[in-house]
């Protein structure tokens, strides 16, 4: 079993660091813009799934951290070579500044948030999440400084030790390193003994209280790395768009991140991936083929979560043990 | 004064408007435990068959009966399609499957209807402006809007507090275990229950149409405060989506009225309207989690 998780880990990665070639040959050269757009969501649903999968909080305010990763960078472009940011931080294009900046802002947010939303739970913690998501987004919306409605067009992409970063090959390997490096230290938090708390919150937080661990601390920590990674998903796709408006705080954004982790599989390490996968190829498939591709997707929608339990990689799981003639997982 | 008075009615109005939608959610949430983001949609349909039905009958009291039974039966063949499988799962699986019944039908109205709003008219006997006190003039359809969320209130305290459906429903919202263990066709109370949201949830609809717009995602505008009501009033309480209603729609509506006004003092007139604006589109979402930070589980607990 080991050696074929192994394996299956080499070709994945094979398979990514192929990608440009493969949608040159195979598919059209947009599409390698998809799968960079792929990656990026996938950090956000990844950190969504953090807290919501592994942690049971069920956060539909995520687009609040990814929205301040995008805001970072565009903030910090519109400053860049002028005044300083509140006359004190001045503005910078360079990727490795506006990263940190995004984790940093998306993890104080998220701090904020999830001090005051922690102290509820189940539907209230929910409408909580949302209602401070929402906040943030007419908060944007009403700021005229920074294009308020329309938001900010960022000309040129951040540099980045002299790469092209409008070249779209350019763009996957450095969207693939920052997804790699995201997905190793997500690996570790989740095999760490803080990863084996927040489980066992989830499954039953008294027992865990009587334990001697403090659910709200350690929940709040998850709440905070969660924050600080869909901060990093939000500047990067800001560097991919070249754009970044209150489209990215709506709460619908947030009902996407949420679809797709769960499209995926909930607590699932890979779901948030495939579910990212699903959801943009469908919509781009969908959006191509019909104006009105969102009643499709839909129907879609409503069969996985009527039809399937545990997303698409427990329906890949069932279909691979079918195959292979084994035991369900 | 004359100006407090007004904004004070039209706020009294977006409030009891936000309690006709908040009343069913509520049950909703807090007999059956599903979270249903598809709400508005049903407030949708109200308002589109009713506004629809009235112009083909160039009367607008027709259209009040069809909307109610438009979203009524919308509301109960979405149950039995949908929402029966949502209560034995968590709250996540809901959340995705309502969301997708709102794409659902936005893109449904889209396709069969047109993105263009549908023009709604007041009746022409509600019309003209009336004098309420010396100097306060206003629109007499508001005031209807204000005595039918009023009359439907009663009726609701009346259902709830002196019927046997009423027992039932205090019943499951305290404890829904219990009243299945009692032998209670729980099945049959929640498909009555939801079917009550929704036919609220459309008169609620075509009344606010010709105040609003009919038009695609008027649903998710109101949807989003009604959850606060709820929250803020306190899953189950009908009580609590009355007042915390009333509450939120003076608030929301006195904010958007003066708070640009206020700020013009300060900064100059083009980013103080943006900004008014803003910050009291914030200002229901801002109470809430004032709310739910003193008190976590709302205003008016339910059973309690």
Same mark, same amino acid.
């Given at each position: 079993?080991?050696?074929?998780?192994?394996?299956?880990?080499?070709?994945?990665?094979?398979?990514?660091?192929?990608?440009?070639?493969?949608?040159?040959?195979?598919?059209?050269?947009?599409?390698?813009?998809?799968?960079?757009?792929?990656?990026?969501?996938?950090?956000?649903?990844?950190?969504?799934?953090?807290?919501?999968?592994?942690?049971?909080?069920?956060?539909?305010?995520?687009?609040?951290?990814?929205?301040?990763?995008?805001?970072?960078?565009?903030?910090?472009?519109?400053?860049?070579?002028?005044?300083?940011?509140? &006359? %004190?931080? +001045?503005?910078?294009?360079? !990727?490795?500044?506006?990263?940190?900046?995004? =984790?940093?802002? $998306?993890? @104080?947010? /998220?701090?904020?948030?999830?001090?005051?939303?922690?102290?509820?739970?189940?539907?209230?913690?929910?409408?909580?999440?949302?209602?401070?998501?929402?906040?943030?987004?007419?908060?944007?919306?009403?700021?005229?400084?920074?294009?308020?409605?329309?938001?900010?067009?960022?000309?040129?992409?951040?540099?980045?030790?002299?790469?092209?970063?409008?070249?779209?090959?350019?763009?996957?390997?450095?969207?693939?390193?920052?997804?790699?490096?995201?997905?190793?230290?997500?690996?570790?938090?989740?095999?760490?003994?803080?990863?084996?708390?927040?489980?066992?919150?989830?499954?039953?937080?008294?027992?865990?209280?009587?334990? &001697? %661990?403090? +659910?709200?601390?350690?929940? !709040?920590?998850?709440?905070?790395?969660?924050? =600080?990674?869909? $901060?990093? @998903?939000? /500047?990067?796709?800001?560097?991919?768009?070249?754009?970044?408006?209150?489209?990215?705080?709506?709460?619908?954004?947030?009902?996407?991140?949420?679809?797709?982790?769960?499209?995926?599989?909930?607590?699932?390490?890979?779901?948030?991936?495939?579910?990212?996968?699903?959801?943009?190829?469908?919509?781009?498939?969908?959006?191509?083929?019909?104006?009105?591709?969102?009643?499709?997707?839909?129907?879609?929608?409503?069969?996985?979560?009527?039809?399937?339990?545990?997303?698409?990689?427990?329906?890949?799981?069932?279909?691979?043990?079918?195959?292979?003639?084994?035991?369900?997982? | 004064?004359?100006?407090?008075?007004?904004?004070?009615?039209?706020?009294?109005?977006?409030?009891?408007?936000?309690?006709?939608?908040?009343?069913?959610?509520?049950?909703?949430?807090?007999?059956?435990?599903?979270?249903?983001?598809?709400?508005?949609?049903?407030?949708?349909?109200?308002?589109?068959?009713?506004?629809?039905?009235?112009?083909?009958?160039?009367?607008?009291?027709?259209?009040?009966?069809?909307?109610?039974?438009?979203?009524?039966?919308?509301?109960?063949?979405?149950?039995?399609?949908?929402?029966?499988?949502?209560?034995?799962?968590?709250?996540?699986?809901?959340?995705?499957?309502?969301?997708?019944?709102?794409?659902?039908?936005?893109?449904?109205?889209?396709?069969?209807?047109?993105?263009?709003?549908?023009?709604?008219?007041?009746?022409?006997?509600?019309?003209?402006?009336?004098?309420?006190?010396?100097?306060?003039?206003?629109?007499?359809?508001?005031?209807?809007?204000?005595?039918?969320?009023?009359?439907?209130?009663?009726?609701?305290?009346?259902?709830?507090?002196?019927?046997?459906?009423?027992?039932?429903?205090?019943?499951?919202?305290?404890?829904?275990?219990?009243?299945?263990?009692?032998?209670?066709?729980?099945?049959?109370?929640?498909?009555?229950?939801?079917?009550?949201?929704?036919?609220?949830?459309?008169?609620?609809?075509?009344?606010?149409?010709?105040?609003?717009?009919?038009?695609?995602?008027?649903?998710?505008?109101?949807?989003?405060?009604?959850?606060?009501?709820?929250?803020?009033?306190?899953?189950?309480?009908?009580?609590?989506?009355?007042?915390?209603?009333?509450?939120?729609?003076?608030?929301?509506?006195?904010?958007?009225?003066?708070?640009?006004?206020?700020?013009?003092?300060?900064?100059?007139?083009?980013?103080?309207?943006?900004?008014?604006?803003?910050?009291?589109?914030?200002?229901?979402?801002?109470?809430?989690?004032?709310?739910?930070?003193?008190?976590?589980?709302?205003?008016?607990?339910?059973?309690?």
């Amino acid at each position: 079993m080991e050696k074929r998780k192994t394996l299956g880990l080499a070709l994945g990665l094979a398979v990514l660091l192929a990608m440009p070639w493969l949608m040159e040959t195979f598919g059209s050269s947009s599409a390698l813009s998809l799968a960079s757009r792929i990656l990026v969501y996938s950090i956000a649903a990844a950190s969504l799934n953090l807290v919501l999968g592994y942690g049971g909080m069920i956060s539909l305010g995520h687009a609040a951290f990814f929205g301040m990763g995008g805001y970072a960078v565009g903030i910090l472009y519109a400053h860049n070579g002028g005044d300083p940011f509140l &006359g %004190l931080i +001045p503005g910078s294009n360079h !990727l490795l500044v506006t990263l940190p900046a995004a =984790m940093l802002l $998306g993890g @104080a947010v /998220a701090a904020l948030i999830g001090a005051l939303s922690l102290r509820t739970s189940g539907v209230q913690f929910i409408m909580i999440t949302l209602a401070f998501a929402q906040m943030l987004f007419f908060f944007f919306v009403s700021l005229k400084a920074y294009g308020g409605e329309d938001g900010i067009i960022i000309r040129r992409p951040n540099e980045f030790f002299g790469l092209n970063l409008r070249d779209r090959t350019t763009v996957w390997y450095v969207v693939l390193g920052f997804w790699l490096a995201f997905m190793l230290v997500l690996w570790r938090v989740i095999g760490s003994s803080f990863g084996a708390v927040l489980k066992g919150m989830k499954q039953n937080e008294r027992r865990m209280a009587a334990m &001697g %661990l403090a +659910p709200y601390r350690y929940k !709040l920590y998850a709440f905070i790395l969660s924050g =600080m990674g869909a $901060g990093l @998903a939000g /500047a990067l796709m800001a560097n991919l768009m070249r754009f970044t408006s209150p489209d990215m705080l709506h709460w619908t954004k947030s009902a996407t991140l949420m679809t797709m982790v769960i499209l995926g599989g909930v607590g699932t390490f890979f779901g948030p991936l495939l579910g990212a996968a699903a959801y943009l190829i469908l919509e781009t498939w969908l959006g191509g083929l019909t104006e009105y591709w969102q009643f499709w997707l839909g129907l879609i929608l409503l069969a996985v979560v009527l039809g399937t339990k545990g997303g698409l990689v427990a329906l890949v799981a069932g279909l691979w043990a079918r195959l292979t003639g084994g035991a369900r997982p | 004064m004359i100006l407090i008075l007004e904004q004070l009615l039209n706020g009294l109005q977006y409030g009891v408007m936000l309690f006709l939608m908040a009343a069913g959610l509520t049950l909703i949430f807090g007999i059956m435990g599903v979270i249903n983001l598809a709400h508005g949609s049903l407030f949708m349909v109200g308002a589109y068959a009713g506004t629809l039905a009235a112009a083909q009958a160039g009367n607008f009291w027709i259209g009040i009966p069809v909307a109610i039974v438009a979203a009524g039966v919308a509301g109960l063949v979405v149950e039995a399609v949908v929402i029966r499988r949502l209560y034995a799962r968590d709250h996540l699986d809901q959340v995705l499957a309502t969301f997708a019944l709102l794409l659902i039908a936005n893109q449904g109205v889209t396709y069969f209807i047109g993105r263009q709003p549908v023009p709604a008219n007041i009746p022409a006997a509600l019309a003209s402006p009336i004098e309420l006190l010396p100097g306060l003039i206003y629109p007499p359809y508001r005031l209807v809007i204000i005595a039918a969320g009023l009359l439907v209130a009663l009726g609701l305290y009346w259902l709830i507090n002196r019927t046997r459906i009423g027992m039932l429903v205090r019943a499951g919202a305290t404890n829904r275990e219990m009243v299945r263990a009692l032998g209670v066709d729980i099945r049959l109370l929640y498909t009555v229950v939801f079917g009550l949201g929704a036919l609220l949830a459309g008169l609620a609809g075509y009344l606010s149409g010709p105040i609003s717009a009919v038009q695609v995602g008027m649903g998710e505008q109101v949807l989003l405060a009604t959850f606060v009501v709820v929250v803020v009033g306190g899953v189950g309480s009908i009580r609590g989506a009355f007042w915390a209603g009333i509450l939120l729609g003076v608030v929301d509506t006195m904010l958007r009225a003066f708070l640009p006004g206020l700020l013009r003092q300060v900064m100059p007139a083009s980013e103080a309207d943006a900004l008014g604006i803003g910050i009291a589109s914030m200002g229901i979402y801002l109470l809430m989690a004032l709310v739910l930070l003193i008190r976590p589980k709302g205003l008016f607990v339910a059973g309690r």
